[in-house]
């Protein structure tokens, strides 16, 4: 039983943490941002694009000649009992138009803030790149002079020294 409890415990635990990043309040802007883009998108498919497609004669409900019963004989012997299956294909399309044009309208928005991101940070690398330019350099320190590698002669001296003190 307590290790259920602990579970619970950490379930929760994480539950508290997932909600206070920052990325589930961006994500919940995104939602509520996107449902008024739908909004706007479905008024205008239906506001504009509908009536525009009666206009050229598309059906009577812009899509609606897309429509087929499914029982129409059925319908036309007995309309009173039977009621017709009606497949809408003008229905679908005009919710996928709708996405579509949402998609490309929250696209566009998030294309523009990225770019407007990137410009500003070129900008600020800019405009580190200049100061670090303008800065005075500060003064190294001189390196401790090295002391010059022994000629070969030297090293034959040396080893033949140590020869004749091995010898003796």
Same mark, same amino acid.
């Given at each position: ?10 379930f929760?635990?994480?539950?508290? &943490? ?6 589930? *309040?961006?994500?919940? /802007? ?13 008024? *205008? ?5 509908? #009536? ?7 059906g009577?409900?812009g899509?609606?000649?897309?429509q087929? /019963?499914?029982?129409q004989? =059925?319908?036309?012997?007995?309309? &009173?009992? /039977? ?7 003008g229905i ?7 996405f ?12 523009? /803030? ?6 500003? &940070? ?6 580190? =790149?200049? &100061?670090a330019e @303008?800065?005075?350099? @500060? #003064? ?21 020294? *140590? *020869?004749?003190?091995?010898? @003796?």
């Amino acid at each position: 039983m307590a290790k259920d409890k602990t579970e619970k415990k950490g379930f929760f635990k994480e539950f508290k &943490e997932f909600i206070a990043r920052g990325n589930v *309040l961006d994500m919940a /802007v995104g939602i509520i941002v996107g449902g008024a883009f739908t909004a706007i998108i479905t008024a *205008l498919v239906n506001g504009i694009l509908t #009536p525009l497609l009666q206009m050229i004669g598309v059906g009577s409900d812009g899509f609606g000649a897309l429509q087929v /019963v499914l029982n129409q004989a =059925a319908y036309n012997a007995n309309p &009173e009992t /039977v009621t017709p299956i009606v497949l809408d294909f003008g229905i679908v399309i005009s919710s996928i138009v709708t996405f579509l044009l949402t998609a490309l309208m929250l696209f566009t928005i998030v294309y523009t /803030v990225n770019h407007i991101h990137a410009r500003a &940070e070129k900008i600020k690398a800019k405009r580190a =790149a200049q &100061e670090a330019e @303008e800065a005075p350099a @500060e #003064p190294q320190p001189e390196p401790e002079p090295v002391p010059p590698a022994p000629t070969t002669e030297e090293l034959l001296t040396e080893i033949r020294d *140590l *020869l004749k003190a091995g010898k @003796e």
